[in-house]
């Protein structure tokens, strides 16, 4: 494998599938497949996932609500799809653990970062709900955050897209792909990768991130063992 330890950081809308709102069992089970195929050849994997399908703070915030409130459910929402994670990967005999940055100690462990550590040392997949704890941070600044804190080799952001484009590829036809982009022409360019809290720590702490599409079967796969798949920011 490529790389030993590999933070992966899934929104919340992936887990939708073709619905409107909520979870997808089958687009559930077919990620818990993706994530068996690359846990069973050693690498050893920690999740972050976002809670966009079941409520965005920041939305909510638009409409009138408090924004450390709308947060604060948001935080809620990773913790109910870290629990429906967890349950898929369970049923493909994967074994996992789910810790919470805010306490909910009847449905998850507590972060902590040593305990984290030893269980990705086991063999276990680690899902980090709760974002980073805090209003105001998106789950892609928890997910960079997460992955200096256990020393991860790469983030890798699955979405529905293939990598970085010099613009949305779903609007504009001409849109080009990068296969290779430093983080420093990211930011000259305007590109859309991360928020750029989460975007800057990154780049601060030399943690490369790769973008690929996630609903490919077999690209995790590629992705871990080194293969030329979606775009990948560096140095």
Do not use: C, W
């Not at 073709?18 to 690498?43: C, F, H, M, N, S």
């Not at 805090?134 to 983030?155: G, H, Q």
């Not at 809290?197 to 996630?214: G, H, K, R, W």
């Amino acid at each position: 494998m490529h790389y030993k330890r590999i933070l992966l950081k899934l929104s919340g809308e992936a887990l939708m599938g073709k619905r409107q709102y909520g979870i997808d069992p089958e687009r559930l089970a077919e990620y818990a497949a993706e994530i068996k195929t690359v846990v069973d050849q050693g690498v050893e994997l920690a999740i972050v996932i976002g809670g966009g399908n079941i409520f965005r703070g920041v939305a909510g915030a638009s409409r009138g609500m408090d924004r450390v409130q709308g947060d604060h459910m948001g935080m809620l929402a990773t913790v109910i799809n870290g629990l429906a994670l967890q349950s898929a990967l369970e049923d493909a005999d994967i074994q996992t653990r789910l810790q919470s940055a805010i306490k909910i100690n009847e449905v998850a462990e507590p972060f902590i970062r040593r305990k984290a550590i030893r269980h990705l040392e086991k063999g276990r997949v680690v899902i980090f709900g709760g974002g980073t704890g805090n209003p105001y941070f998106t789950t892609d600044s928890a997910a960079v955050l997460r992955a200096i804190e256990i020393k991860a080799d790469v983030i890798l952001k699955g979405t529905r897209v293939d990598g970085i484009y010099t613009s949305d590829p779903e609007k504009d036809k001409d849109a080009t792909k990068f296969d290779f982009i430093t983080f420093e022409d990211v930011l000259k360019k305007g590109l859309k990768v991360m928020d750029t809290t989460a975007f800057t720590l990154s780049q601060e702490n030399e943690l490369p991130i790769v973008v690929f599409d996630m609903n490919k079967p077999g690209n995790l796969l590629k992705v871990a063992t080194g293969e030329q798949v979606g775009t990948k920011v560096n140095l």
